[in-house]
């Protein structure tokens, strides 16, 4: 089975890109929230996030989020070895999600997936694109967030141009009407690929 995976900046519509995939039929792996749910569900992610960062890690079985964010912001070396905790055991969950699957592809939502060299696992990489600007607004209005904090995720992101450069397809998500008939066109070329293997 093809694995598409499906990047793009922070706001630029991945999910809502990957819900209209859903929509035509293809099952799809949002990597970010079944990461959040091991964090919650697996006792080894949760013992050794525990070991690495101490018990404050969780409050009520939940993850400390903010207690995190500070360490990890003070030293980014946290952010690699919280990774190295959580990364292998999403990719196992997501290849026994895969193997249940019955569809000529399927999506797996990532939003790091250059950054980190994640696109070489994939088939076929498919990048949302949208004008910083407008992506700022939508998470201005999506989240409690501010200017300064989306930016500071944007610099640790690869541009947009740097990700099209490796990317299969691309699609603009700039108005709804458009992004969904995108999707549809990308949706026929993938099944084409799929049928040439
Ligand atoms: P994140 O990087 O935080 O995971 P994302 O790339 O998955 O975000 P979405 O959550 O899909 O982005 O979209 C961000 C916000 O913008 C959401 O509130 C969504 O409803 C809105 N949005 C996305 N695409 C469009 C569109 N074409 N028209 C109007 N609103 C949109």
């Excluded at 990597?31 to 091991?38: P, R, S, V, W």
């Excluded at 409690?144 to 989306?150: A, L, N, Y």
């Amino acid at each position: 089975m093809m694995v598409v995976g499906l990047t793009g900046g922070i706001g630029s519509g991945k999910t809502t890109v990957a819900k209209a995939f859903f929509a035509l039929g293809i099952p799809v792996y949002i990597a970010d929230d079944e990461a959040k749910k091991l964090m919650r569900t697996s006792k080894t992610i949760k013992r050794k996030l525990i070991t690495l960062f101490g018990e404050e890690a969780y409050i009520d079985n939940e993850l400390n989020r903010p207690f995190l964010a500070d360490i990890i912001f003070n030293d980014k070396s946290y952010l690699e070895k919280m990774n190295a905790i959580v990364h292998p055991r999403v990719a196992r969950h997501f290849n026994k999600w895969l193997l249940k699957q019955n569809s000529p592809y399927v999506i797996k939502e990532v939003a790091i997936l250059f950054e980190n060299d994640g696109y070489k696992n994939c088939d076929v990489v498919v990048t949302v694109v949208a004008p910083k600007s407008l992506r700022i607004k939508r998470l201005l209005e999506r989240d409690t967030t501010t200017v300064k904090k989306i930016e500071a995720i944007m610099a640790n992101q690869w541009t947009d141009e740097e990700k099209v450069k490796l990317s299969d397809y691309v699609i603009e998500n700039i108005d709804m009407e458009t992004t969904k008939n995108q999707v549809k066109n990308t949706h026929l070329q993938i099944l084409k690929k799929s049928q040439k293997r």
